[in-house]
């Protein structure tokens, strides 16, 4: 957690300072629009930090990796399926994503075998985005409703100080 808060700390960003408002990007928005959501610079950097005080920012952090995966070179595939697993699958991972242990083993037995392609992450990736899309979402949702709630009521009640 302290190194996830000193990352986000030293790039100048505090969830309490920054002040950004969601109906720009989510007008009506629906726990199904994360991956649009995502594409949003502003948005994924708030969503990022609500994970990492959540303690669980392994999950963003894997999902963009994956989606870099999947957007690299065939060439480059051995070395970065090794960097994923390292980082997020193995038991000892600093980043250690919650999924089954038989999709562990499935994912180790693969690269082993040497059966490496694009889609060497997706079970895994569906789990942690399923996740984020029905865990992590709503809650962070709710607390930009509450923060915009609170908002309006200090500047409603200014207005009769």
Same mark, same amino acid.
């Given at each position: =957690?302290?190194?996830? $808060? ?9 969830? #309490? ?5 969601? @109906? ?12 649009? $959501? ?12 609500? /994970?990492? /005080? +959540? ?8 999902? @963009? ?25 193995? #038991? ?7 999924? #089954?242990? %038989?999709?562990? +083993?499935?994912?180790? +037995?693969? =690269? ?7 889609? *060497? ?9 399923? *996740? =984020?899309?029905?865990? %992590?979402?709503? /809650?962070? $949702?709710?607390? @930009? ?6 908002d309006q009521m200090s500047d409603s009640t200014s207005d009769f100080a």
């Amino acid at each position: =957690m302290l190194a996830c $808060l000193l990352h986000f700390c030293a790039s100048g960003v505090w969830i #309490s300072i920054v002040s950004y408002r969601y @109906e720009k990007y989510c007008k009506g928005c629906t726990e199904s629009d994360l991956a649009t $959501l995502l594409k949003d610079k502003q948005f994924a950097k708030r969503f990022s930090n609500f /994970l990492c /005080l +959540q303690m669980c920012v392994e999950n963003i952090y894997f999902y @963009e990796t994956v989606e870099a995966y999947r957007r690299a070179a065939e060439n480059e595939l051995p070395i970065l399926s090794r960097v994923i697993y390292d980082r997020y699958i193995a #038991s000892d991972a600093p980043f250690a994503i919650n999924i #089954s242990s %038989s999709m562990q +083993q499935h994912i180790k +037995q693969a =690269m082993a075998a040497g059966t490496i392609g694009y889609n *060497l992450f997706d079970e895994a990736y569906e789990e942690v985005y399923t *996740l =984020m899309k029905y865990h %992590s979402l709503p /809650l962070f $949702l709710k607390k @930009e409703n509450d923060h915009e709630t609170s908002d309006q009521m200090s500047d409603s009640t200014s207005d009769f100080a």
